[in-house]
C-alpha cells in the first residue's frame, strides 16, 4: 500500500525557517496534492494550506504571508515552506494527498518552535 511520509521537521527557535517534506513509498501512478494540516497539543487539526483544482492555493490566516505550499505531482512530492516561525506553530503536521485516486495522510512529523 502506498503511504505518505513527511520529513523536515524537528526543533526551529522563534523567527527561524522549516522546509516540510512529503513523499510517497511504493508504486504510484496518480498523485494529487491536497493540503497540509496540524494539530497542536490538545487542539482538533486543523488546514494550513490547501491547493484547488485549478491549482491555486489558500493558506489559513495563520500561515498567510509566511508559508508557501509547494508541489510536483509527477514526482509525487509536495512541500510546506515555514518562515518566522513562532511558538504558535508548534504543532504536528500532516500532508494529505490524492494517491492512485485514494485519499492518503502522512504519519504527521512534529514541528517544535522554541528558544
Known amino acids: 500500500q502506498v503511504q505518505l511520509v513527511e520529513s523536515g521537521g524537528g526543533l526551529v527557535q522563534p523567527g527561524g525557517s522549516l522546509n516540510l517534506s512529503c513523499s510517497t513509498s511504493?508504486?504510484?501512478?496518480?498523485?494529487?496534492?491536497m493540503a497540509w494540516y496540524r494539530q497542536a497539543p490538545g487542539k482538533q487539526r486543523v488546514l494550513v494550506a490547501a491547493?484547488?483544482?485549478?491549482?491555486?492555493?489558500n493558506y489559513s490566516d495563520s500561515a498567510k504571508g509566511r508559508f508557501i505550499m509547494t508541489n510536483d505531482n509527477a514526482r509525487g512530492t509536495m512541500g510546506l515552506q515555514m518562515n518566522n516561525l513562532n511558538s504558535e506553530d508548534t504543532a504536528i503536521y500532516f500532508c494529505?494527498?490524492?494517491?492512485?485516486?485514494?485519499?492518503?495522510w502522512g504519519p504527521g512529523i512534529q514541528v517544535t518552535v522554541s528558544a
Open positions: 511504493g508504486s504510484i501512478f496518480d498523485f494529487r496534492a
Open positions: 494529505n494527498a490524492i494517491v492512485n485516486f485514494r485519499e492518503t
Open positions: 491547493i484547488a483544482r485549478d491549482a491555486t492555493k
